[in-house]
């Protein structure tokens, strides 16, 4: 069974930084596109980033020139790097892997790791 492990959320101010990782157990990790999701209180989750096996990245277009989302496949990790941080960015973020049309592969996800921007 695949578990998915987010870390490294926190409580920022506008304007500052952080850096998500996410650890995939199993052996669907290197061949899979992996995405980053993020679920704000009342909101839908929605896809945020995502990475091809190949390093091809995508994102939303608003964090476009914010966040960089790359990956390791030795050690089957995803990360997401987020600067200039805003208080709509607040979200429980999350990674699973990524369908081609943005879905997520996975029904069963991580416990998340929450991010909270102060303005």
């Known amino acids: 069974q695949v578990q998915l492990v987010e870390s490294g959320g926190g409580y920022v101010q506008d304007g500052g930084s952080l850096r998500l990782s996410c650890t995939c157990s199993?052996?669907?990790?290197?061949?899979?596109?992996m995405g980053w999701y993020r679920q704000a209180p009342g909101k839908q989750r929605e896809l945020v980033a995502r990475?091809?096996?190949?390093?091809?990245?995508n994102y939303q277009d608003s964090v476009k020139g914010r966040f960089t989302i790359s990956r390791d496949n030795a050690r089957s990790t995803v990360y997401l790097q987020m600067n200039t941080l805003k208080p709509e960015d607040t979200a429980v973020y999350y990674c699973?892997?990524?369908?081609?049309?943005?879905?997520?592969?996975?029904?069963?996800w991580g416990q998340g790791t929450q991010v909270t921007v102060s303005s």
């Open positions: 990475i091809t096996s190949a390093g091809s990245t």
């Open positions: 699973n892997l990524v369908n081609p049309d943005g879905r997520p592969l996975l029904r069963s």
């Open positions: 199993g052996n669907i990790f290197r061949v899979n596109t």
